[in-house]
């Protein structure tokens, strides 16, 4: 019986692998909106939802720190107006290759959702085209094939409708201006 279920472990289905790939926590932290105040702490200093629990799947402050002592954790900075983890910290719990890493501060960073289109339009056009896959975004580098942590989990889902549109509504929400209307010259 054992063997049995040996065998048909080995021929699960596209989906349960690409399950099995991607976390759970990694899509609870995807939707979860970070550095806003901690309910728990609205009258303390340093209560900005800053890290993200693995085991609880929830975001917390620096003064829930003790709660969440031993369970493992990431801490979610800031960079360029957008959520950022450590690279070194996340690989010990996710898969990180192929994603792009950015320099902020000597410390190599990924983001966890995808930059806005509108930012690279004042890029360098004579830079080499390197593109994620998924977006479309100009890329650094051709060892990456994603800009973002949020394109490498839709690319594992990419017959999961739920996660492509959960990715285009964050696109959307992203963009603060559209095109500039400008009066007509007479």
Not at 2 to 29: C, D, F, Q
Not at 118 to 137: A, E, M, P, T
Request: overall charge positive.
């Amino acid at each position: 019986m054992g063997k049995a279920a040996g065998i048909k472990r080995l021929h699960a289905s596209n989906t349960e692998m690409k399950y099995a790939l991607v976390p759970k926590w990694v899509i609870v932290m995807f939707k979860t909106i970070f550095f806003s105040t901690c309910m728990a702490h609205p009258g303390l200093k340093k209560n900005e939802m800053d890290r993200f629990c693995i085991d609880c799947h929830s975001a917390f402050c620096q003064n829930c720190l003790p709660v969440h002592a031993l369970h493992k954790h990431v801490k979610i900075r800031r960079y360029i107006y957008s959520d950022v983890i450590n690279r070194q910290d996340l690989c010990k719990l996710f898969n990180c290759s192929g994603i792009q890493t950015y320099l902020t501060n000597k410390a190599k960073v990924l983001f966890l959702k995808q930059r806005n289109q509108h930012q690279q339009r004042h890029q360098q056009s004579h830079v080499k085209d390197y593109r994620c896959i998924i977006c479309d975004r100009s890329l650094q580098d051709n060892n990456s094939l994603y800009c973002s942590i949020a394109c490498k989990v839709s690319a594992i889902y990419e017959e999961d409708e739920e996660c492509l549109s959960l990715v285009k509504r964050q696109r959307l929400k992203q963009s603060r201006k559209g095109i500039p209307l400008r009066a007509p010259m007479f």
